[in-house]
């Protein structure tokens, strides 16, 4: 009988620990569950789906403001090649300048007012002068706000008889404003102002 009951006993053991094994085995299973739910969520937020004309495409989202130095260096660039990519029809002169006013505040503004009042796009217009810009470079200090920003250019002057180089450097400011269709990258330049511009060459054509 002693011999019955402590086969019993030693059962009962037995279950409880086989039973308290389950329960951490399920509790195991459970945290995992709830861990791979929660990384394959994260993941899912990260990443958005476009449908292409019938294909499904993926594209990972990041945080805006990982990508607003190269953003800021694209504003500080469009602004330069609107400003001074100029051909001689009015129409196109004012149609650039006015897209490149509005990626500046007023300083840009006192410029294109101070060259239209000496002539200088009547210049090109009567002597059929082009003028376009390639920018080398835009260095941007994203540690300090407003950022500051420094552009070297290389300006050509294309004249009937001639091509004239420049080196052009200039520098600014950038605050952060909403962005528009007009202003996409969402940055204003202020302070606007030219360092440098100075002839490298000229060329016969």
């Known amino acids: 009988m002693f011999r019955s009951l ?16 389950f329960m951490l085995l399920c509790f195991s299973v459970a945290a995992y569950a709830i861990y791979a739910a929660r990384q394959t969520a994260t993941e899912a937020q990260g990443r958005i789906y476009v449908l292409d004309q019938g294909t499904l495409l993926g594209a990972v989202s990041h945080n805006v403001k990982d990508n607003r130095p190269v953003e800021a260096r694209h504003h500080v660039q469009r602004f330069h090649e609107l400003f001074f990519t100029l051909d001689p029809d009015a129409k196109a002169i004012e149609h650039n300048v006015k897209q490149a006013l509005f990626l500046a505040d007023g300083s840009a503004q006192r410029a294109y007012d101070n060259m239209r009042e000496n002539g200088y796009y009547n210049d090109l217009i009567q002597a059929n002068i082009s003028q376009d810009i390639r920018v080398d470079s835009v260095s941007t200090n994203a540690t300090v706000y407003p950022y500051y920003a420094r552009c070297y250019a290389q300006q050509r002057i294309i004249r009937a008889s001639t091509v004239t180089t420049r080196r052009f450097v200039s520098e600014c400011y950038l605050r952060d404003v909403s962005r528009s269709a007009n202003n996409p990258h969402g940055f ?3 302070r606007w102002r030219a360092v440098e511009n100075i002839d490298l060459r000229t060329e016969r054509r």
């Open 188 to 190: 204003l330049m202020e």
């Open 6 to 21: 402590k086969n019993i006993d030693s059962a009962y053991q037995q279950i409880k620990t086989l039973a308290l094994l």
